[in-house]
């Protein structure tokens, strides 16, 4: 290979548009994502746009990877690579497939809170096969940020605030996306995102800087990775942000001695968008140059978009200032990932498996993982479930908007495939009547909500976020409702009617004034196209909810980040002044993580603690002491009481998800291997302490049965 054509595989590009409307495609994307674009709008700039594809580039070997979403270009770039390259090397087509495809399924948040691994494995594989229908066989996801900080919009993208279930997901997400390679049309390549820390960005504000201590980041940021590595994770992409003033784009630390050398990930890294560029606007690099040399250094493979690899690296290696041997280890990686990919033996899709219509079975899924994903938080004098014999008045703009229901960063779905709420409801019961009062994005329609309140026996009112107000650049400095929803809410409780609010979002809002003057609360998240068919399953009673946060729920703006699993303090809040405390709101979370009710209700009693050589044997009684079936989320923690570092009050170890039917009973066992309950110190080492620990096994990591034990590591 030249100089060049190494480079090349180096290079990822994206699809130019040309003529009238001059932004990248990259950028038409993320128009799409935040709201600037409509589904529609960008469809037609698609369909009518002239559109460079860099077909003379990629003749030349000059590019090694490509973000498309159309089978048909797909196939006729591929040929172009294969037969009229020089080496007739393939391309490797990335996009972001965050949660599903066509069949879009509830934005991670909302889907962590299934604590569902095998639903996170289904969605994945689904994922990847309906994308791989169009020539896509690259993933940029799962997003693996811990996120505590809901001011912070990308929260919507990954799977919450705890460094085990984020763990968890990500090693079924790679399983998923991965897993299947009986035949290439199965599986894509995972891409872990963002490395690293990219959810701690300072105030919440999306791309700002990160601070921690090395034990932050090993205990908390990295543990997700390191599992998805071990997992088999082919690609990872470095985070925008710097960690500690080295941004992660040119942080050799980071992406070459803990990624590549501590972990042993032999895929390939991938600069997040525009990432090596703004490493001068960071002020890391006086110019593009010296930017794509510390990059290269630093252990980035592939620039994504921003051509400083093809343009500087080359004339690097000539000067004697890069060694050429960073660039093979780097083509070596990326031409190892494609291999596994099939793609030198089956670089083509069949255009003629494409869906025209999404198959019931797809279907199916999304609406089992929209209903297991919604969280019951409120249920005064068990209004929930409804009778549809009930006259319901339905209000909130969302209510009505099959756009809304899908989440940030969904590229691929159609209108046509969503179901709305209010559709939904309609579809169940004949009572349901909207009222457009407005309260979100237009001025209160007070007649309309006199209707409203003049129809209904019980008023639901859908409220929360538009898409565009979470994801990436989304941040939010008050994250209370926004536009007059909570004045709408006042205005309908003072008529004296129960509401039901269905919360539409994609970050916890800080749900005070909500939580303590509303009869009943569900959070339904974002849950993609069914979001409308399962809130209404559940709504009527057909599901029982299930679901447990994934993240906690703040009081007010002022606590974030607020999350379960915070260290100890010297002064816990008590009554006295002196402690860590604020003075005009409680501490604690509204909800917190791991919480979620249910139509029926669960007791747990009987928790034993057996210590054995190297695990610990836990197990507890769990019944359904009420009058319907149900699932519950059994939760194990603990907490390490004395450490030679300040240990979290509570940490997540286990779960299990398990059915009961009424009036039973399960005596639910975890198996503990005691290295999990060690800890990495400030030089970055993991460490296993003799000592005291309690065990908490619960509902959520606030209610729980206790028993303190001592634990001697050197039985291990």
Not at 19 to 37: A, H, K, N, P, Q
Not at 84 to 107: A, K, N, W
Not at 373 to 392: F, Y
Not at 507 to 528: F, I, K, M, Q, V
Request: aromatic residues 8%.
């Amino acid at each position: 290979m030249t100089l060049e054509e190494k480079v090349g595989q180096m290079n990822q590009a994206s699809v130019s548009i040309v003529g009238g409307f001059d932004v990248s495609f990259e950028e038409l994307i993320e128009m799409l994502t935040d709201g600037r674009l409509s589904q529609g709008e960008f469809s037609k700039i698609m369909e009518t746009a002239e559109q460079d594809y860099h077909e003379d580039e990629i003749r030349a070997g000059k590019i090694g990877s490509i973000m498309l979403q159309n089978a048909e270009k797909a196939n006729e770039l591929q040929k172009i690579a294969l037969e009229e390259s020089r080496l007739g090397i393939p391309l490797i087509i990335g996009l972001d497939v965050i949660h599903g495809f066509r069949t879009v399924f509830p934005i991670a948040l909302a889907e962590a809170c299934s604590f569902d691994n095998d639903l996170f494995l289904r969605t994945a594989r689904m994922a990847a096969r309906e994308s791989r229908m169009e020539g896509i066989n690259w993933h940029f996801a799962p997003m693996i940020d811990v996120s505590r900080d809901a001011r912070w919009g990308r929260v919507s993208e990954g799977p919450g605030e705890d460094p085990y279930l984020v763990s968890e997901f990500a090693r079924a997400k790679v399983k998923g996306l991965q897993g299947d390679t009986s035949n290439p049309a199965n599986y894509v390549a995972a891409c872990l995102k963002h490395f690293v820390a990219y959810g701690a960005a300072e105030s919440g504000r999306d791309y700002n800087t990160t601070s921690m201590s090395n034990s932050l980041l090993h205990n908390v940021y990295l543990p997700p990775f390191k599992a998805a590595v071990e997992e088999g994770a082919t690609t990872v992409m470095a985070a925008f942000n710097d960690l500690n003033g080295v941004p992660c784009t040119v942080n050799g630390k980071l992406l070459n001695e803990v990624l590549k050398e501590r972990y042993g990930f032999d895929g390939f890294v991938v600069s997040d968008a525009n990432g090596i560029r703004e490493c001068v606007t960071h002020g890391s690099a006086e110019d593009e140059k010296a930017a794509g040399l510390q990059a290269a250094r630093a252990g980035i493979d592939m620039d994504m978009g921003t051509s400083i690899f093809s343009n500087h690296l080359p004339q690097l290696v000539k000067s004697g200032e890069l060694e050429e041997d960073i660039l093979n280890q780097a083509v070596e990686r990326i031409l190892s990932v494609k291999m596994w990919l099939g793609l030198f033996d089956s670089p083509y899709v069949n255009t003629e498996d494409r869906m025209v219509t999404i198959p019931h079975e797809h279907r199916e899924l999304a609406q089992e993982a929209a209903a297991k994903s919604i969280v019951l938080l409120k249920n005064n004098e068990h209004l929930l479930p409804l009778n549809k014999d009930q006259k319901i008045s339905i209000i909130g703009e969302l209510a009505d908007k099959a756009s809304e229901v899908v989440g940030a960063w969904s590229i691929s779905w159609k209108e046509e495939d969503c179901v709305s709420v209010l559709n939904g409801l309609q579809q169940q019961s004949d009572k349901v009547r909207y009222f457009e009062t407005g309260g979100l994005t237009e001025a209160i329609n007070e007649d309309e909500l006199q209707k409203a309140i003049d129809y209904g026996d019980i008023v639901i009112a859908v409220v929360g976020e538009q898409v565009s107000m979470s994801g990436e650049a989304a941040s939010r400095a008050n994250i209370g409702l926004p536009g007059q929803q909570q004045e709408l809410l006042r205005m309908i409780k003072a008529a004296g009617k129960p509401v039901v609010a269905i919360l539409m979002n994609g970050r916890p809002l800080a749900l005070e004034w909500e939580a303590e003057n509303l009869d009943a609360l569900l959070e339904t998240w974002h849950l993609g196209i069914e979001m409308g068919s399962a809130i209404a399953d559940v709504v009527f009673g057909i599901t029982n909810p299930s679901g447990k946060l994934s993240v906690s729920i703040p009081r007010v703006t002022g606590q974030c980040p607020v999350y379960y699993n915070h260290p100890s303090t010297g002064r816990p809040a008590g009554k006295s002044k002196f402690t860590s405390r604020y003075l005009d709101v409680d501490n604690d979370a509204l909800y917190p993580f791991g919480f979620g009710l249910s139509y029926t209700e669960f007791a747990y009693s009987n928790l034993e603690v057996i210590e054995e050589s190297h695990e610990l044997l836990i197990s507890v009684e769990v019944a359904n002491i009420g009058s319907r079936n149900g699932e519950e989320v059994v939760q194990l923690y603990t907490r390490d009481k004395v450490a030679s570092i300040v240990r979290p009050v509570k940490e997540l170890k286990s779960y299990q998800r398990i059915s009961l039917e009424a009036g039973s009973s399960h005596n639910v066992q975890f198996h503990l291997p005691k290295d999990q309950l060690g800890f990495y110190d400030n030089d970055g080492k993991y460490q296993l302490e003799n000592g005291a620990f309690t065990i908490f096994v619960g509902g959520s990591s606030r209610e729980c049965l206790s028993q303190d034990v001592h634990i001697q590591f050197s039985l291990h």
